[in-house]
């Protein structure tokens, strides 16, 4: 079974309005958030076989925060078309995933992880908050099978999440 983890970089700051938008680093609440939201991760989910960032410092942060947390040691691959992407280009660049892979992460921004969780999973998700992730098991056996609809959602984690009473 495959597991998809579709992951918006955590909250960034607008503190210097003469950064380029892919320079702006998180702010303190990113910092925060990202960390925790990746430890309740690794407690519920394996690490990914193979994790794919935008080239936003926001998201190589984010990534970089998640590692230190969930999952440890692996590789960051970066890949420009998750910047400003759009969800059919998202697609591509997960097609391109060989069937091996059995999990796989994208760390990347708003609106396209909105779109591409609802349409994957025929989900009605208004938006997919900072350091939110939305985790899906395709129905397919290769990435490249990818469509609308083939996905079910298994969770959907974000900083404001209400966790049950233990």
């Known amino acids: 079974m495959k597991t998809l983890f579709l992951i918006r970089h955590a909250k960034s700051s607008w503190s210097a309005p003469d950064l380029k938008d892919e320079e702006r680093p998180l702010n303190d609440r990113g910092n925060r958030d990202a960390p ?50 759009s969800a059919s280009s998202s697609l591509e660049i997960i097609a391109r995933i060989p069937a091996e892979v059995n999990s796989l992460a994208l760390v990347f921004h708003n609106p396209t992880i909105t779109y591409l969780s609802n349409v994957l999973a025929q989900l009605s998700i208004p938006n997919v908050p900072t350091c939110g992730i939305v985790i899906l098991r395709p129905k397919v056996e290769s990435w490249g099978d990818l469509e609308p609809g083939t996905c079910e959602l298994l969770d959907f984690e974000y900083p404001k999440k209400e966790r049950p009473p233990s």
């Open 36 to 85: 925790m939201v990746a430890r309740r991760m690794a407690q519920s989910w394996p690490a990914p076989d193979k994790i794919i960032c935008s080239q936003a410092l926001r998201a190589r942060e984010t990534a970089a925060i998640m590692s230190a947390f969930w999952w440890n040691e692996r590789s960051i691959e970066i890949d420009g078309g998750l910047y400003d992407g």
